[in-house]
Every structure is written in structure tokens, then in C-alpha cells.
């Protein structure tokens, strides 16, 4: 099965060249026998990528160690799920996922319009197989390969690094790359449109939906990564500004400055360049991301050295497609002339701009910052980095614009606003948003920071608050409904707009949460069995830990394991016991001799905080773990209150809502292609009428 | 040898797959589908809904009442050149051109004059109407205009 | 037209602002990114560079790691990624990542004190999944 999939592998280039020449012949000469068999040979590709996959799946689950990758991601105690999903575990076979991926959607899409959008179509599938073209060749010829020989058989693998088995790290991967790949289709589209000169927002509507489905995919990776960190890193961190996460946030926030840009071209013809352009970079910085991802040119220093084939290629790759779709866009640019111009500074497309310079702004700070390294080298000689603080302080003020900006789009005017609707719209969110500041501060917030984003978040939800309570009873007194009917009726007639909506309060939710690190409580304490801790947390409640002891168990290797200790913790909070918390050391028997143990952190969560545990020394492991010595079991252990932590991930879920809602099919199909995402709530301007 | 086998069997079937369009003449169809809005309906389309979405930023309160005037104006101004446009496409394409598409124009022109646009498909409905004539829904209470 | 211009003001504006506080923000936060191998001889060219914070990226020693009974510090040795005889010793007083490993890459920021220590402030290791195993090791 394995060799089948090599096998498969090396006949999918052959065939991915064709689909490339003849989707681009075919597209210009008009030639429809070309035009179908580059369209099968986008199916034939998945067909073969999807044989190569199974082929390396195969090799884990068959302990196969004569092939390199098996060996350095598994070993034969491994259990069943990580051998299976060990084709992501490590940059060659995520290479090979990615490509299946890219296949996937690219079958699907060109399945879906095998009789619609036909001149589109023959130069959507020559991209798209030019891209996955491209992977190929890196899998093949860049010393990545799958695939790839020992020469001999290793007698046992190295096992998977135990904190790489972790739930959240399984699913963080690919979800990443599904929304990597499934932004390809717009760039697809975008250089079909380019091609064939149907420059109005047609291939704008034509791909809305793997927009808006590749941006979900990319938020919620984001989130499953950052949970990731939070359960298993050990620190209650969540975020690092690291050049791996930053490399993931980049084509995010270039996506969802796209989202709202988009929605000008729909309505008034405007940007057009600036679309092109920005589905570009998006696409651009996702290459960038599995490039950066998969390779170390940012952690070590003077890392040319380390992997320079697969830098040259990713990197020619890169200039090769942004060269052409330069030229193209140039080539272009009569047809991508503006058909209206910004009539006001205070208007709703003056809000997207300013969205969209502040995203764009985000995103090139955050990438300034992560290649500073390379570039000050490149400049000075010298590699000089910047860290947490740097991203912070650019980003905090960025955020807190945006977040405030989230408020003020909903309710702005088109075209242009005047002073009397903006009193009428924004004063009593404005005042919402100054006394909860004042009552925060009156209760003992003083963070400026932290105050600053809560206030902007009160008055951001109070917008999003009155537009749906507005619309419900406007629409339950004309059509004589129920609130709830009303409700349900309003969302369902204009799911961009208020599925928008949610996901503006999901944003709100998340930024709460960022807000809430500020009053983070870090204690720490060295304690016996039966010595009881306090500590006191930022919302009014004081937990009472009382150490109940450390057992200890010798695994003899049972899952990788040596042996394990357990501390057992029992939780009261004001006064009342609530439960039992451990937290663990865990010596693995793939680490290397000499690696000090691996945490696990124990978690209690609720919606106001988290309790989050960590045993962060043993006193003596060796007397209570190999001699059962149960008069050594003193331990130091570190207790971390996380105010509103849990948000994000409540957030996250609303997200996931709101987007779903935004994304869910209109029964009329010719309406949909021209629905601007602009739909003004019929139901809300009566009721504006009425008072 | 089932490896061999296997081999063969997967290349000729891609092979036959993708070849066979070339080979035996099998065409893609290239032709734009029926209902897809061509630039000129889409477009007036969005002429239209641009003029409800004045109409209902007013009745929100959105716009005062010396804007919105200015703007109407000026939108069915658009509307109507978008309109026309939309209709010397069709004759163009040889659509079937009725006496009746006269007065079709005029009475959409009528409409537009009249604000009665419907909320939800941009159809323009006769002075008075309390329903849409194309797709039922209520239309908004017109006290301006 | 003058509306145009208030309008391109505003995002001139805000792009100024950005441009701004990544200016101030690169200025005050920078941190010399170095090996071993330079750490040690910037410090002997100009010895007020032990005051200096940095960042410095190498390999820790297998064997080395110890940790101090008593109190939260971690002791280890690290050494140059290419030139393997340039080490010094580093303290670590606070939680180790999980990641960390008797022989993983790590990136220190800290400062290297006149005794010759390197007193780490934070600890960054490569991260699990990208570390590739060579042939030697997986012959075993």
C-alpha cells in the first residue's frame, strides 16, 4: 500500500501539468474537450493524492521504520489515533496533507460549477492545479518527501513528543490548513476574472461562501491552537506572539479585512483594485504560513544554512505568483477603474476603510516584527528581534480602534452620515459605555487598558443589542408575531447582516477575555500533605486549597509512560467545597535521559475565571516515585486565578454561530448571486419611523 | 506483483479518465447558464436596492430629511439610466421586444417616482400598493417621498 | 473633491500613527538576537555589554540540567549550535516549558553576568513537532 502511494505521488505530476496547460488552453481558445479534461484531472489528482495519504497512513499503522518519517513521529507502543493522524505530525506529511486537502476543495468546486460559471471554470481548475503543481514539486524535489528511505530499518520509532499527544493538537493542524487552502478558490476565481476580463463583483459573489468558510476554518484553528497552549504548555498562556503564531494570525487578519471590503465592490463598484490585491496577499501569506510553519527560519539564527531548498523554492514560488498576478492586475487596470468615489469621512464605507487600513496596519506590524531578525541581519548584520512587548504595544491601541470601529459600522449611514442621526444612533451606546467604565472603576478597576476595552465593549454591545431588540418588535407589531418568531424571521431574511452581527459580539466577547489577563493572580507555594493554601481572586472569591497528597505509579511504559505522580488538590470556594483538582509530573519513555518531566496542569473553569493548578516541582521524585517513600511528598505548586479566560473559547463557539448563520443557503438562488451584504432591516427603519 | 498490478491499473484508468474529452471530442459546456444575471440586470439590481436602502435609512433615522432628498434624487437618476441600460441589453440579444417593454419602463419610471420598491426583490410595484405584486412580501409604510 | 481630501487626510492619519508606534515600538523593545560565539565576544570587546539584554539562541548540554533542591531554579549548560566548545552555564527561575528536553534548542533572553553565567529571564524552546531526528539517532 505504501509503495502504491509513493507510487501515486510521483504520477500525479505528470497529470497535474496537463490539467495546468490544457485548463489555460482550453480557457482561451475556448475549447471544451480541453476545458473537461482539465476538470478531470483535477478529480484524478485528489484521486492520487488521496492513495498517497492512505499510503502513509498505512506505513504507521504497519510500524513500517524503514522510512524516515514513520520513524522520528511513532513507535510501535504508540496508540492507535496518533498513528493514524500521524500524516500531519511533522512537515513532510503535512505537505502531502495540505496537497490532499487543496485537492479536495479544488474537486469540490469544480464539481459544484461543472455547469455554472463556465467562464470562470477552465481557468479556476488550470490555478488550482498550478498550485497544487507546485506542492508536488516540493514533495518530490525538495528533500521532503514522505516517502523517503532509511536504508535500513530502525528497530523501534522515536515516538510521538508527548505533547504532541494532546486532543487539541491533533485538530489544531488541519484546521489551520483547511482554511489555508479553501481562501485558494477566491485567489482561483480572482485570477480567472483577471483572465477572462469579468472584473464587477461577479467572481466576488461566485466565491462568498469559501470566503467566509475559509475564515471560519482559519479563526477557529487560531483558537484550537490557543487552547492548546493554555491546557498544555504548562504557564496558563495563551498566546505568544511567536513567528508560528504570528505566521497563522497574518492571512487572517488580511481575510477579514477582505470580508468588509468586499461588500463596498458589491454595492458601489468601488476598490476593485484594492480587492485584487488583498485576495492576493491573503493567499500570498497563506503560502507563507505553511512555509514559515514548516521550516525554522525564524527560531535559529543564521538559519540559511539549515533547509535552503525548501526556502528557494517556497520563496521563488511566492515571487513568481506575485510577479504574475502583478502583471496581470496592470494589464487590467483600465477595467478595474472605481465606478463611485467616497462621498463622506463619516460614513459606512468610510468605517471599512478605516478597518481596513487598521487591519492591514495589524498585519504588517505583526509581520515587521516577526521578520525583523532576517531583515535587520539582511540591513545591519547584526540579528536584532523584538518580543511580546513590541506586538503589544502596536497592536493594543490597533485592537481597541477596531473594536470600537465594530460598534460604530452596524449603525453609520451609507454614503454619507450627518450629525443629527449620528446623535440620534451613537449617544445612548456612548453613555452606556461611560458609565460602565465609571462603575468598574467605582468597584476597583483601575487598569487603564483593561477599563478602556470594557468600556468599548459595553458600547459596541449595546449597538449590536438595540439593532436586534429595534428589528424584533418592528417586525412582531407589523407582522403580529412573537418576539421569538419575530426574532427567528428577522435573522433568516438577512443572515449576512445579523450573522455579522454576532460574530461583531463574538469579537466583543473575546476582547473581554484578552482585557481580563490583566488582573491575572500568580501565586506560588512550597506546601506538605495537609497544609491548606488561600488565594484570592480579582472577582471577590477566595479559594481555600488544602494538599491532600502525591500518588505516585510506575507505568513501565503503558502508553509511553514511566511513571506518573498526582497531586491531589481539594477546592473551597468561599467556604464551600466545590470539588477536587489534580495536576500531574509524567516522565515519558521517549523523552531523552536526563529530560526533566513533563506537567499537566489541572483546570477548574467557570464563567467569571479559571483556577488553573500546576505542580511545579516535586521535592524529592526520587524517593516518593521509586521508592514509595510517602514521607517525601512535598511539592511546589503554583495557583493561577485567569479572570474571564473562558470567554474566548465562549466566544470562539459564537463565532462559530454567527458565521454558520451568515454562510446558511437562501432558498432563492439567482437572489443570493446579487444579494449585497448590505440589506437595510426593513423591519428596523419602520420601526425608526414609528420611534 | 499485486503492486505491479495495482500500478498499471490505477495510471491506465487516470490516463483513460483525463484523455478521453481529447480523444473521443467530449466538450465542457462553455456557454453562460440561462439564469444567470447578466452585468446589466445585476446592476440594475443593485440600482434599485441602493434606492430602498435610502428610503429605509431615512425612515430609520438615519438621514435627515435634506439628504435624503438629495440622494433619492440622484440614486433615481441612476436607476433609471441603469434600467434602460438593462433593457437595450436585452433588444440587443434579440430578447423577444414587446410594445409592452414601453410600458414596462414607464411604469417602473412611475414607481420610482412614487417610492414603492419593494423591500425584498427591488420589484417596483404600482402607487398605492400595500403588498408586492412579485414576491408578497408587506411593503413599508411610504409617508415621504 | 474636498470631501475626498478630509477623507484622505483621516487615513494618512491613522497610517502615520501605526507607522509611529511600530517606530517607537521597534526602538524601545529591540534586543540583540546572538550565538554563543558572539555573546562571548561582544562581552570581551566591550565589557559594559553584561549589562546589556539579550537574546541568545544554542543547544543544552545533555547531562547538564539539574535542578536546585529547595527553590524554583533550574541549572543547565549550553552550548554553541555550531561550534559545540563554547558553552556557558544558565539559571531559570521560573516554570520550565514542557518542551524542554535534556538536549533541545532553546532561545534565552537574559543577560550574561560577570561570573560568566547567564541568567535567563525567559526560555523558548523549538517547538515538538518540527524537531526532525537524524539518522544516527533513529538508527538508535
Same mark, same amino acid.
Given at each position: 500500500?505504501?509503495?502504491?502511494?509513493?507510487?501515486?505521488?510521483?504520477?500525479?505530476?505528470?497529470?497535474?501539468?496537463?490539467?495546468?496547460?490544457?485548463?489555460?488552453?482550453?480557457?482561451?481558445?475556448?475549447?471544451?474537450?480541453?476545458?473537461?479534461?482539465?476538470?478531470?484531472?483535477?478529480?484524478?489528482?485528489?484521486?492520487?493524492?488521496?492513495?498517497?495519504?492512505?499510503?502513509?497512513?498505512?506505513?504507521?499503522?504497519?510500524?513500517?521504520?524503514?522510512?524516515?518519517?514513520?520513524?522520528?513521529?511513532?513507535?510501535?507502543?504508540?496508540?492507535?489515533?496518533?498513528?493514524?493522524?500521524?500524516?500531519?505530525?511533522?512537515?513532510?506529511?503535512?505537505?502531502?496533507?495540505?496537497?490532499?486537502?487543496?485537492?479536495?476543495?479544488?474537486?469540490?468546486?469544480?464539481?459544484?460549477?461543472?455547469?455554472?460559471?463556465?467562464?470562470?471554470?477552465?481557468?479556476?481548475?488550470?490555478?488550482?492545479?498550478?498550485?497544487?503543481?507546485?506542492?508536488?514539486?516540493?514533495?518530490?524535489?525538495?528533500?521532503?518527501?514522505?516517502?523517503?528511505?532509511?536504508?535500513?530499518?530502525?528497530?523501534?520509532?522515536?515516538?510521538?513528543?508527548?505533547?504532541?499527544?494532546?486532543?487539541?493538537?491533533?485538530?489544531?493542524?488541519?484546521?489551520?490548513?483547511?482554511?489555508?487552502?479553501?481562501?485558494?478558490?477566491?485567489?482561483?476565481?480572482?485570477?480567472?476574472?483577471?483572465?477572462?476580463?469579468?472584473?464587477?463583483?461577479?467572481?466576488?459573489?461566485?466565491?462568498?461562501?469559501?470566503?467566509?468558510?475559509?475564515?471560519?476554518?482559519?479563526?477557529?484553528?487560531?483558537?484550537?491552537?490557543?487552547?492548546?497552549?493554555?491546557?498544555?504548555?504548562?504557564?496558563?498562556?495563551?498566546?505568544?506572539?511567536?513567528?508560528?503564531?504570528?505566521?497563522?494570525?497574518?492571512?487572517?487578519?488580511?481575510?477579514?479585512?477582505?470580508?468588509?471590503?468586499?461588500?463596498?465592490?458589491?454595492?458601489?463598484?468601488?476598490?476593485?483594485?484594492?480587492?485584487?490585491?488583498?485576495?492576493?496577499?491573503?493567499?500570498?501569506?497563506?503560502?507563507?504560513?505553511?512555509?514559515?510553519?514548516?521550516?525554522?527560519?525564524?527560531?535559529?539564527?543564521?538559519?540559511?544554512?539549515?533547509?535552503?531548498?525548501?526556502?528557494?523554492?517556497?520563496?521563488?514560488?511566492?515571487?513568481?505568483?506575485?510577479?504574475?498576478?502583478?502583471?496581470?492586475?496592470?494589464?487590467?487596470?483600465?477595467?478595474?477603474?472605481?465606478?463611485?468615489?467616497?462621498?463622506?469621512?463619516?460614513?459606512?464605507?468610510?468605517?471599512?476603510?478605516?478597518?481596513?487600513?487598521?487591519?492591514?496596519?495589524?498585519?504588517?506590524?505583526?509581520?515587521?516584527?516577526?521578520?525583523?531578525?532576517?531583515?535587520?541581519?539582511?540591513?545591519?548584520?547584526?540579528?536584532?528581534?523584538?518580543?511580546?512587548?513590541?506586538?503589544?504595544?502596536?497592536?493594543?491601541?490597533?485592537?481597541?480602534?477596531?473594536?470600537?470601529?465594530?460598534?460604530?459600522?452596524?449603525?453609520?449611514?451609507?454614503?454619507?452620515?450627518?450629525?443629527?442621526?449620528?446623535?440620534?444612533?451613537?449617544?445612548?451606546?456612548?453613555?452606556?459605555?461611560?458609565?460602565?467604565?465609571?462603575?468598574?472603576?467605582?468597584?476597583?478597576?483601575?487598569?487603564?487598558?483593561?477599563?478602556?476595552?470594557?468600556?468599548?465593549?459595553?458600547?459596541?454591545?449595546?449597538?449590536?443589542?438595540?439593532?436586534?431588540?429595534?428589528?424584533?418588535?418592528?417586525?412582531?407589531?407589523?407582522?403580529?408575531?412573537?418576539?421569538?418568531?419575530?426574532?427567528?424571521?428577522?435573522?433568516?431574511?438577512?443572515?449576512?447582516?445579523?450573522?455579522?452581527?454576532?460574530?461583531?459580539?463574538?469579537?466583543?466577547?473575546?476582547?473581554?477575555?484578552?482585557?481580563?489577563?490583566?488582573?491575572?493572580?500568580?501565586?506560588?507555594?512550597?506546601?506538605?500533605?495537609?497544609?491548606?493554601?488561600?488565594?484570592?481572586?480579582?472577582?471577590?472569591?477566595?479559594?481555600?486549597?488544602?494538599?491532600?497528597?502525591?500518588?505516585?505509579?510506575?507505568?513501565?511504559?503503558?502508553?509511553?509512560?514511566?511513571?506518573?505522580?498526582?497531586?491531589?488538590?481539594?477546592?473551597?470556594?468561599?467556604?464551600?467545597?466545590?470539588?477536587?483538582?489534580?495536576?500531574?509530573?509524567?516522565?515519558?519513555?521517549?523523552?531523552?535521559?536526563?529530560?526533566?518531566?513533563?506537567?499537566?496542569?489541572?483546570?477548574?473553569?467557570?464563567?467569571?475565571?479559571?483556577?488553573?493548578?500546576?505542580?511545579?516541582?516535586?521535592?524529592?521524585?526520587?524517593?516518593?516515585?521509586?521508592?514509595?517513600?510517602?514521607?517525601?511528598?512535598?511539592?511546589?505548586?503554583?495557583?493561577?486565578?485567569?479572570?474571564?479566560?473562558?470567554?474566548?473559547?465562549?466566544?470562539?463557539?459564537?463565532?462559530?454561530?454567527?458565521?454558520?448563520?451568515?454562510?446558511?443557503?437562501?432558498?432563492?438562488?439567482?437572489?443570493?448571486?446579487?444579494?449585497?451584504?448590505?440589506?437595510?432591516?426593513?423591519?428596523?427603519?419602520?420601526?425608526?419611523?414609528?420611534? | 506483483?499485486?503492486?505491479?498490478?495495482?500500478?498499471?491499473?490505477?495510471?491506465?484508468?487516470?490516463?483513460?479518465?483525463?484523455?478521453?474529452?481529447?480523444?473521443?471530442?467530449?466538450?465542457?459546456?462553455?456557454?453562460?447558464?440561462?439564469?444567470?444575471?447578466?452585468?446589466?440586470?445585476?446592476?440594475?439590481?443593485?440600482?434599485?436596492?441602493?434606492?430602498?436602502?435610502?428610503?429605509?435609512?431615512?425612515?430609520?433615522?438615519?438621514?435627515?430629511?435634506?439628504?435624503?432628498?438629495?440622494?433619492?434624487?440622484?440614486?433615481?437618476?441612476?436607476?433609471?439610466?441603469?434600467?434602460?441600460?438593462?433593457?437595450?441589453?436585452?433588444?440587443?440579444?434579440?430578447?423577444?421586444?414587446?410594445?409592452?417593454?414601453?410600458?414596462?419602463?414607464?411604469?417602473?419610471?412611475?414607481?420610482?417616482?412614487?417610492?414603492?420598491?419593494?423591500?425584498?426583490?427591488?420589484?417596483?410595484?404600482?402607487?398605492?400598493?400595500?403588498?408586492?405584486?412579485?414576491?408578497?412580501?408587506?411593503?413599508?409604510?411610504?409617508?415621504?417621498? | 473633491?474636498?470631501?475626498?481630501?478630509?477623507?484622505?487626510?483621516?487615513?494618512?492619519?491613522?497610517?502615520?500613527?501605526?507607522?509611529?508606534?511600530?517606530?517607537?515600538?521597534?526602538?524601545?523593545?529591540?534586543?540583540?538576537?546572538?550565538?554563543?560565539?558572539?555573546?562571548?565576544?561582544?562581552?570581551?570587546?566591550?565589557?559594559?555589554?553584561?549589562?546589556?539584554?539579550?537574546?541568545?539562541?544554542?543547544?543544552?548540554? /545533555?547531562? &547538564?540540567?539539574?535542578? #536546585?533542591?529547595?527553590?524554583? =531554579?533550574?541549572?543547565?549548560?549550553?552550548? *554553541?549550535? !555550531?561550534? +559545540?566548545?563554547?558553552?556557558?552555564?544558565?539559571?531559570?527561575?521560573?516554570?520550565? /516549558?514542557? &518542551?524542554?528536553?535534556? #538536549?533541545?534548542?532553546?532561545? =534565552?533572553?537574559?543577560?550574561?553576568?560577570? *561570573?560568566? !553565567?547567564? +541568567?535567563?529571564?525567559?526560555?523558548?524552546?523549538?517547538?515538538?513537532?518540527?524537531?526532525?531526528?537524524?539518522?544516527?539517532?533513529?538508527?538508535?
Amino acid at each position: 500500500m505504501t509503495l502504491l502511494g509513493e507510487f501515486a505521488l510521483w504520477i500525479s505530476l505528470p497529470f497535474a501539468i496537463w490539467g495546468m496547460v490544457v485548463g489555460f488552453v482550453g480557457g482561451r481558445t475556448q475549447r471544451g474537450d480541453l476545458v473537461l479534461s482539465a476538470e478531470r484531472s483535477v478529480y484524478a489528482v485528489f484521486f492520487l493524492h488521496a492513495i498517497a495519504a492512505a499510503g502513509v497512513m498505512a506505513a504507521f499503522l504497519g510500524d513500517r521504520f524503514e522510512y524516515w518519517y514513520v520513524a522520528s513521529y511513532s513507535n510501535a507502543e504508540l496508540e492507535f489515533f496518533y498513528k493514524v493522524t500521524g500524516l500531519w505530525a511533522g512537515q513532510r506529511g503535512s505537505l502531502l496533507f495540505w496537497a490532499l486537502i487543496l485537492g479536495f476543495f479544488s474537486s469540490l468546486c469544480v464539481f459544484q460549477n461543472r455547469k455554472k460559471h463556465r467562464e470562470f471554470m477552465p481557468y479556476v481548475a488550470a490555478v488550482l492545479q498550478t498550485i497544487l503543481l507546485f506542492f508536488i514539486i516540493v514533495l518530490l524535489f525538495a528533500e521532503v518527501n514522505p516517502f523517503e528511505r532509511l536504508g535500513f530499518t530502525a528497530v523501534n520509532g522515536r515516538g510521538l513528543n508527548p505533547q504532541l499527544q494532546n486532543y487539541w493538537m491533533v485538530i489544531h493542524p488541519p484546521t489551520l490548513y483547511l482554511g489555508f487552502t479553501a481562501f485558494t478558490i477566491p485567489f482561483a476565481f480572482a485570477i480567472a476574472a483577471l483572465l477572462n476580463g469579468r472584473l464587477d463583483a461577479r467572481w466576488i459573489q461566485l466565491t462568498r461562501r469559501w470566503i467566509l468558510t475559509s475564515w471560519l476554518f482559519l479563526s477557529v484553528g487560531i483558537v484550537f491552537g490557543m487552547r492548546w497552549a493554555y491546557e498544555e504548555l504548562g504557564w496558563g498562556g495563551y498566546w505568544f506572539w511567536d513567528p508560528v503564531e504570528n505566521a497563522s494570525l497574518l492571512p487572517w487578519l488580511t481575510a477579514t479585512a477582505f470580508l468588509h471590503s468586499i461588500q463596498i465592490q458589491e454595492t458601489r463598484g468601488m476598490l476593485k483594485i484594492w480587492n485584487m490585491s488583498l485576495v492576493l496577499l491573503t493567499f500570498l501569506l497563506t503560502i507563507f504560513a505553511t512555509f514559515l510553519t514548516r521550516s525554522g527560519i525564524i527560531e535559529s539564527v543564521h538559519s540559511f544554512a539549515e533547509e535552503p531548498k525548501i526556502m528557494i523554492t517556497f520563496l521563488s514560488f511566492m515571487a513568481a505568483v506575485f510577479a504574475g498576478c502583478a502583471v496581470l492586475i496592470l494589464y487590467r487596470l483600465p477595467q478595474l477603474r472605481t465606478e463611485n468615489q467616497i462621498e463622506s469621512f463619516v460614513s459606512r464605507e468610510s468605517a471599512f476603510l478605516f478597518n481596513n487600513v487598521l487591519l492591514l496596519g495589524a498585519a504588517f506590524s505583526v509581520f515587521f516584527g516577526t521578520m525583523f531578525p532576517l531583515i535587520s541581519e539582511l540591513i545591519t548584520g547584526q540579528e536584532i528581534s523584538v518580543g511580546p512587548p513590541f506586538f503589544q504595544r502596536v497592536n493594543f491601541p490597533i485592537g481597541l480602534a477596531l473594536l470600537a470601529l465594530a460598534g460604530i459600522g452596524p449603525v453609520i449611514a451609507w454614503r454619507r452620515a450627518t450629525k443629527k442621526n449620528l446623535q440620534k444612533n451613537f449617544s445612548t451606546p456612548v453613555m452606556v459605555g461611560l458609565v460602565v467604565t465609571a462603575a468598574l472603576w467605582i468597584s476597583g478597576a483601575h487598569h487603564p487598558l483593561a477599563l478602556t476595552t470594557w468600556g468599548i465593549s459595553a458600547f459596541v454591545v449595546t449597538v449590536i443589542a438595540t439593532e436586534f431588540w429595534k428589528g424584533t418588535k418592528a417586525r412582531s407589531r407589523i407582522e403580529g408575531e412573537g418576539y421569538i418568531p419575530a426574532l427567528f424571521h428577522l435573522v433568516s431574511r438577512n443572515r449576512r447582516r445579523w450573522g455579522g452581527y454576532i460574530v461583531h459580539v463574538a469579537i466583543v466577547m473575546m476582547f473581554m477575555a484578552f482585557a481580563g489577563a490583566a488582573y491575572n493572580v500568580d501565586e506560588r507555594f512550597h506546601v506538605q500533605p495537609g497544609d491548606v493554601v488561600e488565594v484570592d481572586s480579582p472577582m471577590g472569591h477566595t479559594y481555600t486549597l488544602t494538599y491532600e497528597g502525591l500518588s505516585t505509579a510506575r507505568q513501565n511504559g503503558l502508553r509511553n509512560l514511566l511513571w506518573q505522580a498526582i497531586a491531589t488538590v481539594s477546592v473551597q470556594k468561599d467556604g464551600r467545597s466545590v470539588g477536587v483538582l489534580t495536576t500531574e509530573k509524567r516522565q515519558y519513555t521517549t523523552q531523552d535521559v536526563g529530560s526533566p518531566p513533563m506537567t499537566e496542569v489541572g483546570i477548574r473553569s467557570t464563567f467569571g475565571e479559571d483556577l488553573y493548578l500546576i505542580l511545579s516541582a516535586i521535592d524529592d521524585a526520587e524517593a516518593v516515585v521509586m521508592r514509595g517513600d510517602s514521607n517525601a511528598q512535598g511539592i511546589d505548586l503554583q495557583v493561577l486565578v485567569k479572570p474571564l479566560v473562558n470567554w474566548i473559547w465562549l466566544g470562539c463557539l459564537t463565532l462559530v454561530g454567527g458565521t454558520i448563520i451568515a454562510l446558511w443557503p437562501s432558498v432563492d438562488r439567482k437572489r443570493a448571486a446579487t444579494e449585497p451584504s448590505v440589506e437595510p432591516d426593513a423591519e428596523g427603519a419602520r420601526a425608526g419611523a414609528a420611534g | 506483483m499485486t503492486l505491479y498490478v495495482g500500478v498499471a491499473l490505477i495510471t491506465a484508468a487516470v490516463l483513460l479518465f483525463i484523455l478521453q474529452p481529447v480523444v473521443k471530442g467530449l466538450h465542457a459546456s462553455l456557454e453562460r447558464d440561462d439564469d444567470e444575471l447578466t452585468d446589466t440586470e445585476a446592476r440594475k439590481r443593485i440600482a434599485l436596492l441602493s434606492l430602498r436602502d435610502v428610503e429605509y435609512d431615512f425612515l430609520a433615522g438615519k438621514l435627515d430629511e435634506e439628504d435624503y432628498r438629495s440622494l433619492k434624487s440622484e440614486l433615481t437618476a441612476e436607476a433609471l439610466a441603469a434600467l434602460e441600460a438593462d433593457e437595450a441589453a436585452r433588444s440587443d440579444q434579440g430578447h423577444p421586444a414587446d410594445g409592452d417593454i414601453e410600458a414596462e419602463i414607464a411604469r417602473i419610471r412611475a414607481s420610482l417616482k412614487d417610492g414603492v420598491v419593494c423591500g425584498d426583490c427591488g420589484f417596483a410595484n404600482d402607487q398605492g400598493s400595500h403588498f408586492c405584486s412579485s414576491c408578497g412580501a408587506a411593503l413599508a409604510d411610504q409617508t415621504v417621498g | 473633491m474636498k470631501k475626498n481630501g478630509r477623507f484622505m487626510v483621516g487615513l494618512v492619519g491613522v497610517a502615520t500613527v501605526v507607522t509611529y508606534l511600530i517606530w517607537t515600538g521597534v526602538s524601545e523593545t529591540m534586543v540583540y538576537y546572538l550565538t554563543p560565539v558572539e555573546l562571548l565576544e561582544r562581552v570581551e570587546v566591550d565589557p559594559t555589554f553584561h549589562q546589556v539584554g539579550v537574546k541568545v539562541s544554542g543547544q543544552v548540554i /545533555p547531562g &547538564t540540567y539539574r535542578r #536546585q533542591d529547595g527553590e524554583l =531554579l533550574h541549572i543547565f549548560e549550553v552550548r *554553541d549550535l !555550531v561550534d +559545540e566548545s563554547i558553552t556557558f552555564p544558565v539559571e531559570f527561575r521560573d516554570a520550565l /516549558p514542557d &518542551t524542554f528536553t535534556d #538536549q533541545v534548542e532553546v532561545v =534565552l533572553e537574559g543577560r550574561l553576568r560577570e *561570573d560568566g !553565567v547567564f +541568567e535567563a529571564n525567559t526560555l523558548l524552546t523549538k517547538c515538538a513537532s518540527r524537531y526532525e531526528a537524524s539518522q544516527e539517532e533513529l538508527a538508535g
